[in-house]
């Protein structure tokens, strides 16, 4: 169209149709090369080249079966392993709480000054009640006490007592949480009003599954716990297990249900302050009222504390201790500050072992570049561009990297509870949600990523930069080109296996080690029991 409205112009301004013809198809170039442009515009050519090359790259990755095999084995426990550690780290440190905007929620500490516990993050009830009366313009507090195997004996189970993980909290904490109910209902501040007075609790969903299997009848069950009864009024939505990572919750009860004697007691040190901070307060601004009212209460509770006879310096480190207002929004967990450091280094290690096997393949890739030197030169001579080529061979350890992420996903379902068990005695097992969620894929993805470029990107480099006349010569002398460039790798690679192979080493001796101690006395057919009087 544009051509012949062109021709038109030119014939009007009284040239011969062959002048004008001649002189347009100059300035507009091959009209070949235009529609082909034009064609390319409307099919997304790069998708068509791309569909092409991954097909190439299944067929040379199925010719050359056992360098294939080869890498994705390798690769797949490296990002296996990789996958497991990760799994564990965002199941214990990384996810947040399954509640309304776990952001704004905190816990309150503050330091022992003891090597064997630098800081506590329980308190008692006076000092609840007065940071909870002294922040209310700032945050919600709300208390939970510390969790613990209790035995409880339910009417229709004819006396048999079953350990339960159980909960004091204070009646608006679910409130505060943002946690409903899937039966029955939740805590509520009515149920806290007088101590003694509201023998109800409410199940978690996994425990009401597992011990009612989801009947919904036992709403209204009435159970026993340490000679009191209690009545379950509800079961709480699936998400919610507890606000510690790893330690799910069986049972709640009330605040007020506690030991009456733990009520205005200072000595009484039993649970956590929890709280969220409300939209229109500065963090800042909320721990310093809530220093200032903790630094007035040990003020208030000196005397009784430490009496006439106290050291200043002693006094004066009671009245100074900081209040340390940490971000509750992973859950304040003692199973996340036990473990917490192991589990860094166990990705530590994973990630060096993905760096051994990248170099791994690396060098096998490498190789199989040197042997595919005249097929590139070839195609470089028939008219493919380098870039295609990069392009191609990119995509080809892409797809190795993708079947290895595949497998390395079945690996890491299977490591990672094997690890899990061994966090903790069979008595009383760590529970970790080791789900298949977004951020494990969104690992899984980055890690493809991250290996195709680690032993990809060189080979593919090599492969795309021959020259073409040099390679189809024979006896070239490239050979010792080739080998001079995988010296580094292949050094790289013995450097990292060697560390790899000396901390494991020691991990494994000390792991001996410890399985091996003398305790002092035959262990074999010894038995521990324990008495619930």
Not at 73 to 78: H, I, Q, R, V
Request: with cysteine; net charge positive; aromatic share 8%.
């Amino acid at each position: 169209f544009h051509v012949e409205e062109r021709v038109r112009e030119r014939m009007a301004e009284g040239m011969s149709r062959e002048t004008a013809e001649r002189q347009v198809r100059r300035r507009f170039g091959n009209p070949l090369r235009l529609r082909e442009e034009s064609r390319d515009v409307k099919l997304l050519p790069w998708l068509d080249s791309m569909i092409r090359d991954v097909r190439l790259g299944a067929r040379m990755l199925r010719r050359n079966a056992v360098v294939t095999s080869t890498a994705v084995a390798s690769l797949s426990l490296a990002l296996g392993a990789c996958l497991a550690a990760f799994s564990l780290l965002d199941a214990l440190i990384l996810r947040p709480l399954p509640v309304a905007r776990p952001d704004q929620l905190i816990y309150l500490a503050f330091p022992t000054y003891a090597p064997e516990r630098p800081e506590a993050d329980t308190f008692n009830d006076p000092v609840f009640v007065g940071l909870r009366d002294a922040s209310r313009e700032h945050a919600d507090l709300f208390a939970m006490s510390t969790q613990v195997m209790r035995p409880v004996t339910f009417a229709e189970a004819g006396g048999r007592k079953e350990e339960v993980r159980t909960q004091y909290v204070s009646g608006d904490a679910f409130n505060r949480l943002g946690v409903g109910a899937a039966v029955g209902r939740v805590l509520t501040g009515q149920d806290d009003l007088t101590p003694g007075a509201h023998p109800v609790a409410i199940v978690s969903h996994a425990f009401w599954m597992r011990r009612f299997g989801g009947d919904p009848a036992a709403v209204g069950r009435w159970f026993s716990l340490q000679d009191a009864q209690f009545q379950i009024v509800g079961v709480t939505e699936p998400r919610f297990a507890g606000i510690e990572p790893g330690r799910p919750t069986d049972l709640w009860m009330p605040y007020a249900m506690y030991n009456p004697r733990a009520f205005g007691n200072f000595q009484f040190n039993w649970f956590r302050i929890l709280g969220r901070v409300h939209d229109s307060s500065r963090f800042e601004l909320t721990q310093n009222v809530l220093q200032a009212a903790f630094i007035n209460l040990r003020r208030q509770h000196a005397p009784r504390e430490f009496g006439p006879s106290a050291s200043p310096e002693r006094l004066a480190r009671f009245l100074q201790t900081p209040l340390y207002v940490r971000s509750a929004a992973n859950g304040p967990s003692p199973l996340r500050r036990q473990f917490e450091r192991p589990l860094w280094i166990l990705v530590s290690i994973a990630a060096l072992v993905l760096l051994i096997a990248g170099s791994n393949v690396a060098n096998l890739y490498l190789a199989r570049t040197a042997a595919r030197e005249r097929e590139m030169a070839l195609r470089l001579s028939i008219g493919s561009s380098r870039g295609r080529l990069f392009q191609q061979l990119m995509l080809e350890s892409a797809l190795v990297a993708g079947a290895a992420c595949a497998l390395g996903l079945f690996f890491a379902a299977a490591a990672a509870p094997v690890v899990v068990g061994m966090l903790a005695p069979p008595g009383d097992p760590v529970h970790l949600d080791l789900r298949f969620d977004w951020p494990l894929m969104a690992a899984a993805g980055g890690l493809t990523l991250l290996t195709t470029s680690l032993f990809g990107v060189v080979p593919a480099l090599c492969a795309s930069g021959v020259a073409p006349i040099t390679a189809l010569k024979t006896g070239d002398g490239r050979t010792g080109t080739r080998a001079g460039l995988m010296r580094p790798f292949v050094v790289i690679q013995v450097a990292f296996g060697l560390i790899v192979l000396f901390v494991g080493s020691l991990l494994v001796l000390s792991f001996t080690r410890l399985s091996t101690v003398n305790p002092g006395f035959a262990a074999s057919d010894v038995l521990l029991l324990s008495v619930e009087p």
